[in-house]
């Protein structure tokens, strides 16, 4: 006799907050999970709902931690629901995204150890942000788990590399970079390898944030490079690039590393812990230590064609084992065994 599936809660704080505008056109990674579990409650016939006002569901997904959070926290341990909370921020990560971001770490820290110690469950996207969440003073479960890539959406797509190379007129083998324009991650080091490579194509796609918030782009940029701000059709821009680079200094886990491994790009990334185990140097990607090594591995695949195919394979192996398919069946394990508990 099949057993009878829970119904899911899912929460994201502000998610609908004056038309969403803390979400829109921004192309989040705490955003891009949510919309994976959708499609992985979808793809395990698993019934979910977005309204917390419902009464019959047994689990809620805690995805970001802010004032309504705490509140659902406490109403739903009184009427005996389980309840997950995701680790998509750290301490470590905050840093260095927004001017003010380093001055309220301490506080913002304070607040996540508080807040993941009154949950049932908490998902970390990598053993990496695990240990992190360990060493804070977590005292609730940790369980590391990928956020998932739909290897679907992100598919390589002939007709729209087409479109959007035509659009961003790239006639070279080119270089480009997904996420939002951050100094964590670091456009600087693409800057510098577009001065590097002046006859290739450099791309980022990715929000551009207002100077009162970021660090502004410098305002002489190669003529080589451009940042185009958010893109609609993303599915579009990992087919337009040749080569992904990543640089950033400190990630979760990295979402558009799996994305862009469903679309079938070669990877090149910094060498930072959280991509330990899972991303193989030489293998299903290239890390870079420092810029000289940057510049060296790009420098070879610009170079040599049949390398990027390999690796673009290799990548793709990377993402098919990341799959909302594969990510589901160990989620669903999650709930039986934390309602068993």
């Known amino acids: 006799m099949q057993k009878e599936k829970p119904k899911v809660c899912l929460n994201l704080e502000y998610k609908r907050f004056m038309g969403g505008i803390f979400y829109k056109n921004i192309g989040t990674g705490v955003l891009s999970s949510y919309k994976n579990q959708m ?7 698993i019934e979910y709902t977005e309204r917390t006002k419902d009464k019959d569901y047994q689990i809620i997904h805690i995805n970001l931690m802010g004032p309504m959070a705490l509140y659902y926290i406490k109403r739903d341990r009184k009427k005996g629901r389980k309840i997950i909370s995701y680790a998509h921020n750290t301490p470590e ?12 770490e301490p506080l913002f820290k304070k607040f996540l150890v508080y807040m993941h110690n009154q949950v049932d469950l908490v998902i970390c996207p990598s053993e990496y942000t695990k240990s992190l969440m360990d060493n804070h003073g977590i005292k609730t479960p940790l369980v590391p788990m990928s956020n998932a ?10 007709a729209k590399r087409k479109n959007a ?6 006639k070279n083998v080119t270089v480009f970079s997904v996420g939002l324009v951050l100094p964590r991650k670091s456009p600087d080091t693409m800057i510098s390898l577009a001065k590097k490579f002046p006859k290739n194509d450099f791309v980022w796609f990715g929000k551009i944030y207002s100077g009162l918030l970021a660090k502004k782009l410098p305002k002489k940029l190669p003529k080589n490079i451009q940042f185009t701000g958010f893109v609609d059709d993303i599915q579009a821009a990992f087919s337009a690039g040749d080569i992904f680079v990543f640089p950033s200094y400190e990630e979760n886990e990295g979402m558009v590393i799996l994305e862009a491994a469903a679309a079938g790009r070669p990877i090149v990334v910094r060498d930072i812990p959280v991509y330990q185990g899972w991303l193989r140097h030489g293998e299903n990607c290239f890390k870079a230590k420092n810029q000289k090594e940057f510049e060296q591995y790009i420098g070879m695949l610009i170079k040599d064609k049949k390398l990027r195919d390999k690796m673009g394979r290799e990548a793709l192996k990377l993402a098919q084992n990341n799959s909302i398919e594969k990510i589901g069946e160990r989620l669903e394990k999650i709930y039986s065994d ?3 508990s």
């Open 165 to 170: 190379r035509n659009k961003y007129n790239l």
């Open 338 to 340: 934390l309602l068993k």
């Open 149 to 158: 890539v739909d290897t679907k959406k992100y598919a390589f797509d002939e």
């Open 93 to 104: 990560d905050f840093k260095n995204v927004f001017r003010f971001s380093n001055l309220v």
């Open 39 to 45: 499609r992985i409650l979808d793809n395990q016939k």
